[in-house]
């Protein structure tokens, strides 16, 4: 039987050695990728500042933070 180095449960990356670098790592890239999804939503002038902050709160903070 093979054992693997990283699986991903619940949402986090558990990886052999113990450590959270690869995981905390994901979850910036996943947050990073939704930015980039919604650059639009940033630029335009027709939505609020706070409609936008709570976007931020609610999708992009909500994805770095999930399970940890």
């Known amino acids: 039987m ?3 180095e990283e ?3 619940l949402g986090g990356v558990v990886s052999a050695d113990g ?4 995981d905390v790592d994901r979850r ?3 947050a990073a990728g ?3 999804n919604v ?3 940033w630029k335009t002038k027709d939505i ?3 409609t936008k902050v709570l976007l931020y709160q609610s999708v992009v903070q909500l ?3 999930y399970n940890s």
């Open 7 to 9: 699986f991903v449960y």
């Open 2 to 4: 093979t054992q693997c």
């Open 34 to 36: 939704i930015v980039r």
């Open 39 to 41: 650059h639009s939503i």
């Open 28 to 30: 910036i890239g996943l």
């Open 63 to 65: 994805i770095v933070l």
């Open 48 to 50: 609020s500042k706070s």
């Open 19 to 22: 450590l959270c670098d690869r």
